[in-house]
Structure formats: structure tokens, C-alpha cells
């Protein structure tokens, strides 16, 4: 079992950063590939980013690239989400998720994911 309390959330206007951190606990950190998701009101929660075990292969949704950064430190087992360039759109709680694998999944589907945290909200204002 692994529990993931994420933090870091908060209010920030429009072209700002936030960093988020998801604490995780265990002592196999480094065997889980991590990841953030993110559920606007009313939509489906959706992929965001994703980190290997190591740390050496990471991949983004299309609607972040460029703009987030997805890290991890394996020897405090935290995740970190740095966002940069922030949006209305990007209005979300957002999720930390791990797997059950050090290796990144092939789709981007929920499912990959084994365990979830409760949650952060972001907002984003104009």
C-alpha cells in the first residue's frame, strides 16, 4: 500500500507558477512510477504528466508541455509538479497517483494508476 498526500495548492492569477508536492509513504518509493491528473468541474479527470521510478523518463499532456514540470526526489519520496504560465484552464483539483511499476504506462488512462491521493485545488483567475 502507498498513501500520497498532495500539497501546495492555492489561488494564483493568470500567467503565475505553483509548485505542487505529493508526499508518499513506503520505503519502495523508487519502484513506483508517479503521476499527476487533474478534474475540472464537470469533466472527467484527466492525465497531466508522469515520472519513472528513476526519474529519467517523464511525459506530458499535450495541453501542459512546455509549461509544467513534473519531478521527483526519491530519497525524501516526494513528487513535485512545478507550473508555470498558468491559465483559467488550468482550474482543477489535482490528483497524485503512483503505479505499480518504475516504468511509465503506455496510455494515459486512470486506470495505469493504482493509487490516488485526495486532492489539491488549484485556481487560476484572470
Not at 59 to 68: E, M, T
Request: charged share 20%.
Amino acid at each position: 500500500q502507498v498513501q500520497l498526500v498532495e500539497s501546495g495548492g492555492g489561488l494564483v492569477q493568470a500567467g503565475g507558477s505553483l509548485r505542487l508536492s505529493c508526499a508518499a509513504s513506503g520505503r519502495t518509493f523508487r519502484s513506483y512510477a508517479m503521476g499527476w491528473f487533474r478534474q475540472a468541474p464537470g469533466k472527467e479527470r484527466e492525465f497531466v504528466a508522469t515520472i519513472s521510478g528513476s526519474g529519467g523518463t517523464t511525459d506530458y499532456a499535450d495541453s501542459v508541455k512546455g509549461r509544467f514540470t513534473i519531478s521527483r526526489n526519491n530519497a525524501n519520496a516526494t513528487v513535485y509538479l512545478q507550473m508555470n504560465s498558468l491559465k483559467p484552464e488550468d482550474t482543477a483539483v489535482y490528483y497524485c497517483a503512483a503505479r505499480r511499476s518504475y516504468l511509465v504506462p503506455s496510455s494515459h488512462d486512470n486506470d495505469e494508476f493504482d493509487y490516488w491521493g485526495q486532492g489539491t485545488q488549484v485556481t487560476v483567475s484572470s
